[in-house]
């Protein structure tokens, strides 16, 4: 019946906005590694999905996150980078010192 596909879940992190971990559905998280568990934080189960090679993923590659999953147990997708014209504005807190202001 899911011949080629995979039925995920993907959890959500409070520590970093945009990060989420997809895992194989039948294990769950109790196989994942330890340093991995402390790096994300306290899971926040999102959604259950089934990853298949003809429905894409927004950001990601699904035939990468499968293989991932397949391979290491889990996929760890990272926030997008930043919007760099939003970054380099005046008056953002993390734009680099010494910039001239527009």
Do not use: W
Request: hydrophobic content about 35%; some cysteine; overall charge neutral.
């Amino acid at each position: 019946m899911l011949q080629g596909k995979l039925f995920c879940s993907i959890y959500k992190t409070r520590k970093k906005a945009g990060m989420y971990l997809f895992v194989d559905r039948q294990k769950g998280l109790k196989d994942l590694p330890e340093a991995l568990l402390n790096q994300f934080g306290r899971p926040e189960h999102v959604n259950d999905m089934i990853l298949s090679p003809e429905r894409p993923l927004a950001r990601a590659d699904v035939q990468q996150v499968m293989d991932k999953i397949r391979e290491q147990g889990f996929y760890l997708q990272m926030p997008p980078p930043p919007d760099e014209d939003l970054y380099l504005a005046a008056g953002h807190p993390d734009r680099p010192r010494g910039m001239d202001d527009d």
